[in-house]
């Protein structure tokens, strides 16, 4: 046992000692090994490339196969198309009555029903006022305020400077269409020289004597201007003013000759080079503008620098652009007798 | 070179599924890998189906045989650890632990047959623990090489021959205390 002492010699020992008996696989483990064998050369033969392929993709084929009903295809198709038109209709804001109340109701970014309906109406009544068609002006209008009462503040906030403007107009319009028959003179337009004329009738000039009869595109105020004058070193500068009247036309003969509100702008600048709100650039030039039964002359008297800011809202006592050097402009006015000062309608 | 050469043919032969290599190589390993399935599993039987499941285990897996460059009996002897392991775990759930089947008589008969010191070596082998036993028997038994019992242990080759160095300390140890024992 001494010999064991070492590692070869245990070695020895041990495989001698855990040596395994003869044994010989049986004829049932000899036919398990050729039935694997067989097995192993089919796999051969018949290589499984199935393995390789990724499986189908269950959802979509499940939802592919779906869509093989036709039903479901139309709905499909529907509900598609309905979301692409909405989502383009929200991004540019152009939807139909029927998805804008939807979209709107949902909380989408959309303009509401009735501020796209006032708009519309806003855009009705501006062609017609370019067109001259009273009948239709006085339709949109009347649509118009209905609709601007039923806006909230913050979609009425939105359009009602540009409500008040257009209704005004046509105020005026219908003023003088129901006066002067028919369409309402146009012109009385443009500068004048070294003067400012007011050119708009509105409803609301009661003096009735500056009126130049324009009532075709003017949007100045109603109320009459008066010219603040406030020496300054020697030489005296217009500062021409004008009433609270707004020139809508919803208080005619409110407004009195003569008074000055600071701030009042009354609307009559020159934001419409076509109505009263002309720039008067010459100097000493005799200016006639003869409308349809309205002929106004401004005929100037002295060196007026044509300074007129184009607030004249029409009313005849305006000298609007007197700069305090003596000279002024004076119109005349020729109107015809059936021209009043206060609208018919 | 030679039996380099020898190997890789039989390796081919094995590949490409020649039933007769099979046939011979089964025979030449069978044996062992018995015996070795025997000292862990509780039956005979229950050996015997471990060899045939391993075998059955390459055949299936011979691409990755091929592949590995191990020997065949490297890689039978590897696949019938996993495969004894499997029974193992599987009888450990059962409660149905394997008896060690080592030969630890004191018959006279016996003695008288095998000699005393086998019978000493044998009964020390099985005191030795089962990372021991199982390093040592592929090394002695299956007739592994270190860089093949490496290979199915997953250890290295340097490692191996340490891990057998100890358990043949073991072993001595235990052979001297069971001498000390009978005197």
């Given amino acids: 046992m001494t010999l064991l002492m070492d590692d070869d010699p ?18 049932e483990a000899m036919a398990v090994l050729h039935q694997a064998l067989d097995a192993l050369t ?23 196969r779906r869509l093989r009903h036709p039903v479901a295809a139309v709905l499909a198709v529907a509900v598609l198309a309905t979301s692409g038109v909405a989502a383009a209709g929200v991004a540019t804001d152009h939807l139909p009555g029927p998805t804008r109340n939807v979209a709107y109701a949902i909380g989408l970014p959309v303009t509401s029903p009735s501020l796209e309906a006032a708009q519309g109406t806003l855009a009705v009544l501006s062609s017609a006022l370019a ?32 409500a008040d403007l257009l209704l005004a107009r046509a105020e005026g319009f219908l003023a003088l269409s129901s006066t002067g028959g028919g369409r309402g003179p146009s012109g009385g337009s443009g500068p004048s020289g070294g003067a400012s004329a007011g050119t708009r009738p509105l409803p609301g000039s009661t003096t009735g004597t500056g009126d130049d009869g324009d009532a075709g595109s003017g949007h100045g105020d109603s109320g009459s201007t008066t010219s603040k004058v406030a020496p300054v070193g020697g030489a005296s500068a217009a500062t021409p003013t004008t009433s609270a009247d707004d020139g809508a036309g919803s208080t005619p003969g409110t407004t009195s000759p003569g008074t000055t509100r600071p701030g009042d702008d009354g609307g009559g600048t020159s934001d419409d080079p076509s109505g009263g709100g002309a720039v008067g650039g010459g100097n000493g030039a005799e200016t006639t503008t003869t409308t349809p039964g309205t002929t106004t002359t401004t005929r100037p008297s002295g060196s007026d620098d044509g300074s007129d800011d184009g607030s004249d809202d029409g009313g005849g006592s305006d000298d609007g652009s007197d700069d305090g050097k003596g000279g002024r402009a004076t119109p005349t006015t020729t109107r015809p007798a059936s021209t009043t000062g206060a609208p018919s309608n | 070179m030679e039996e380099i050469v020898e190997q890789d043919g039989e390796v081919a032969r094995l590949r490409n599924g020649d039933a007769r290599s099979w046939e ?22 229950e050996a015997q189906d471990a060899v045939s499941e391993a075998l059955t285990r390459t055949v299936a897996g011979m691409d990755r045989f091929a592949c590995s ?36 008589t004191d018959d006279p008969a016996e003695l008288a047959e095998v000699g005393a010191e086998q019978v000493a070596v044998r009964n020390a082998f099985a005191l030795l623990p089962d990372k021991d036993r199982d390093l040592l028997e592929l090394r002695v038994v299956a007739g592994l090489s270190s860089e093949e019992v490496g290979s199915i ?31």
């Fill in chain 2, 153 to 183: 242990l997953d250890m290295r080759p340097g490692a191996v021959r340490t891990a057998q160095a100890r358990a043949l300390d073991r072993l001595r140890s235990i052979l001297q205390r069971s001498e000390e024992v009978r005197a």
């Fill in chain 1, 10 to 27: 245990i070695l020895a020992a041990l495989a001698v000692a855990l040596a395994p008996e003869p044994a010989e696989p049986s004829a």
């Fill in chain 2, 69 to 104: 460059g191990a020997t065949p009996e490297a890689w039978l002897f590897g696949v019938l650890r996993h495969v004894v392991l499997d029974r193992q775990r599987g009888a450990y759930r059962r409660r149905d632990l394997p008896v060690r089947r080592e030969v630890t």
């Fill in chain 2, 24 to 45: 011979t190589l089964y025979r030449r390993v069978y044996p062992s890998m018995l015996a070795y399935a025997e000292r862990r599993v509780s039956s005979k039987e």
């Fill in chain 1, 131 to 162: 067109d001259h068609e009273a009948t239709r002006i006085r339709a949109s209008a009347a649509q118009l305020r209905t609709e601007l009462a039923g806006l909230s503040p913050s979609d009425r906030a939105r359009i009602q400077s540009e």
């Fill in chain 1, 42 to 64: 089919r796999d051969n033969e018949d290589p499984v490339i199935v393995s390789f392929v990724p499986p189908p993709r269950r959802s979509t084929s499940t939802a592919v």
